[in-house]
Nanobody
Framework: QVQVVESGGGLVLAGGSLRLSCAASGRTFSTYLMGWYRQAPGKGRELVARINWSGGSTYYVDSVKGRFTLSRDNAKNTVYLQMNSLKPEDTAVYYC?????????WGQGTQVTVPS
């Protein structure tokens, strides 16, 4: 079993910044990738950004390119999402996904609110 724990959400004014953290832990496992998804009220869950653990290649959805940045701490099996220049349309529950050799594991979600 792998536990995925997110932190760092909150309320921030438009133009502000937040940093989300996601830590995966558990008995021996290999991480394939970690990523962030978000789900706004009344909408489906969308991929925001992800990073391949082997090689470190990243993907960002067009709407966050240039504003959001992924980084990671391999030793801690942790990924960070630095979110700058936040907009009201970034308001959503953000979920972390950890894909491993034992399956895919999701965090509980963390709320990000950017008032309009």
């Amino acid at each position: 079993q792998v536990q995925v724990v997110e932190s760092g959400g909150g309320l921030v004014l438009a133009g502000g910044s937040l940093r989300l953290s996601c830590a995966a832990s558990g008995r021996t496992f290999s991480t394939y990738l970690m990523g962030w998804y978000r789900q706004a009220p009344g909408k489906g869950r969308e991929l925001v950004a992800r990073i391949n653990w082997s090689g470190g290649s990243t993907y960002y959805v067009d709407s966050v390119k240039g504003r959001f940045t992924l980084s990671r701490d391999n030793a801690k099996n942790t990924v960070y999402l630095q979110m700058n220049s936040l907009k009201p349309e970034d308001t959503a529950v953000y979920y972390c996904l950890c894909a491993t050799n034992k399956g895919d594991y999701w965090g509980q979600g963390t709320q990000v609110t950017v008032p309009s």
